[in-house]
């Protein structure tokens, strides 16, 4: 194994960490979207009015 020859990455967020932070956020608000989307479609009501039936609900 040759060692790298990459120089040692500058102090802070590199644009990697950056990428990496927002495909997170990506995947994590398009789990949610999907999840209420299900939710809409099965029940055939918004998630939130089953979270909190004080807001909505007849």
Not at 1 to 26: A, E, H, N, Q
Request: charged share 10%; hydrophobic share 45%.
């Amino acid at each position: 194994m040759r060692p790298s020859i990459r120089r040692k990455p500058p102090p802070g967020p590199t644009l990697d960490d950056s990428l990496v932070l927002f495909c997170w956020l990506l995947g994590l608000i398009a789990a949610f979207g999907l999840t209420c989307w299900l939710c809409y479609r099965l029940l055939q009501m918004p998630p939130f009015v089953l979270l909190s039936p004080s807001l909505g609900g007849s």
